[in-house]
């Protein structure tokens, strides 16, 4: 899936996703030349065979998780699955971010099955920024980045 | 006047999304994960209720016995048997840094399967919209198969023994996944329509280059009459490699295993 723009012949680039959870997509697309911007928007079907494919439109910057298309996509799996083994402390060292109260109330609403990697990605993702608190925004901005379709 | 529209391919700029390359690096994590398996053996039939999981399960418990490196990737999703087969309790996966480890049979066969993962008496649902759900539904399953081949911690193995649901899409799955195409394992019942379903799929497998290791009829001596083995080994050229009775004994896997030894 390639955009161009047709005036300039240029391919257009990725520049923003925005997942509103009601299971469609959005990209947007600009123009390197003239900087028109397009937005591709795709329904349920579509936005569930790209990640069918375990494909991000946009791409992501951290690596996947283990399972991260099983666990992320799966609506009857166990609860309690999955469980950290040693040494399973996420991405870097030292530095951890705080949870605010209110993330940690939607966290705790994500499903058993899936929870944990979940944690792990928005952990990653702050880590990543040099982010000191997780709060709900945070959570927006990094689901949006990362194309975390209703996580 | 015409608009000049490049082609697809005729685009050479790369962009932050280049799906084809998160495509390569999916099939690259399948092909570092085998690295260390010796063999990855499809066991297959093409027709339901011919005990493929029964054969694999007892195969894989007969080749741990006899002191190789043995593991089961149960890729029935939707009928997930192996963990019963091989007295495995459900438990928690344990995440590693290396992946998710594999359960571990008392004879030390690994295994991994949708068993461990599901709820007790759920069948296997996937998020998604309520409609249409055939359009993405086996994309998934392709999926599911794929990260139960790179992301569990398989370690070293003599064989990794990868148990199929009927059929063959999922064989063409994963050959299509496997840096080098699988050998194969196939199971009957002695009756003429077995035959002609495992014509099928052993056909479907050698059109994908797959090695045909042999053929073991399945619940032999029992209400079941014909020759598929002998039939099936005559046409493909390969071995009738074990006829196992109802109700085998122990001893009956380590006869199948010297058997198949020479040709794993």
Known sequence: MRFLCVECDRQMQFEERRLPGDGTLAAAFRCPTCGRVVALLTNPMETQLVASLGVKIGGTTLPPQPMETVRGMVTTGRDDAFEDGKGETGKGNGFSPAWSPEAQERLARVPGFVRGMVKRIYLDYAKDRGIAEITPAVMDTARGELGLEGM | ?264
């Open chain 2, 1 to 264: 006047m015409p608009l000049n529209i490049r082609t697809y391919h005729e685009l050479t700029e790369r962009d932050r999304s280049d799906l084809p390359a998160q495509i390569t690096a999916q099939r690259r994590r399948v092909a570092d994960r085998l690295a260390t398996v010796r063999r990855v053996v499809a066991v297959l039939s093409g027709k339901g209720g011919v005990g493929k999981s029964f054969v694999t399960a007892g195969l894989a418990r007969g080749l741990a016995r006899s002191g190789q490196a043995s593991g089961v990737l149960d890729a029935d999703f939707n009928g997930p048997t192996i963990p019963a087969l091989l007295s495995l309790p459900v438990a928690r996966c344990t995440l590693h840094e290396d992946g998710i480890a594999p359960a571990v049979s008392a004879e030390g066969v690994r295994c991994f399967s949708m068993a461990l993962l599901l709820e007790d008496g759920r069948p296997l649902a996937f998020r998604g919209p309520e409609t249409e759900g055939h359009v993405w539904r086996e994309t998934l399953e392709a999926a599911t198969l794929r990260e139960f081949l790179a992301d569990v911690a398989w370690g070293t193995l003599d064989e990794l023994l990868v148990d199929l649901p009927p059929g063959v899409q999922r064989f063409q799955e994963l050959a299509e996944l496997l840096p080098a195409p699988p050998a194969v394992l196939a199971v009957t019942i002695p009756t003429p329509e077995s035959r002609d379903a495992v014509r099928r799929a052993l056909r479907a497998a050698s059109d994908l280059k797959a090695t045909p290791l042999g053929v073991v009829e399945n619940m032999v001596g029992g209400p079941f009459a014909g020759s598929a083995a002998d039939e099936i080994a005559a046409e493909f050229g390969i071995p009738v490699l074990a006829r196992v009775p109802f109700h085998p004994s122990d001893d009956v896997w380590e006869s199948v295993v010297s058997k198949v030894g020479s040709s794993l």
